[in-house]
């Protein structure tokens, strides 16, 4: 079974830039759409963006035009570039599938936003 590791979190300041990556044990690539979440404190985990395996993207209204995912299926590795962050996009990042699977969730990596 494929697991997903996180990480390339951290703190930054707002409007600076963090590259997230997402790496699985395994082969991603008959995994047909790949998705990053976030759950900020006191707040239900929310998709923020998801890649299907022909390339296709989907973002949230509220990263649009910031974030951007990528896969590289050789690599078996999802991305998610955010740029121009903000203190509301403070939340631990988890990647999972789309729709998502219970045995994909990790520990996923937090990202702190200061103002």
């Known amino acids: 079974q494929v697991q997903l590791v996180e990480s390339g979190g951290g703190l930054v300041q707002a409007g600076g830039s963090l590259r997230l990556s997402c790496a699985a044990s395994g082969s991603i690539f008959s995994i047909n759409v790949m998705g990053w979440y976030r759950q900020a404190p006191g707040k239900q985990r929310e998709l923020v963006a998801s890649?299907?395996?022909?390339?296709?993207?989907y973002a949230a209204d509220s990263v649009k035009g910031r974030f951007t995912i990528s896969r590289d299926n050789a690599k078996n590795t999802v991305y998610l570039q955010m740029d121009s962050l903000k203190p509301e996009d403070t939340a631990v990042y988890y990647c999972?599938?789309?729709?998502?699977?219970?045995?994909?969730w990790g520990q996923g990596t937090q990202v702190t936003v200061s103002s």
């Open positions: 999972n599938t789309r729709p998502q699977l219970s045995y994909y």
């Open positions: 890649i299907s395996r022909s390339g296709t993207t």
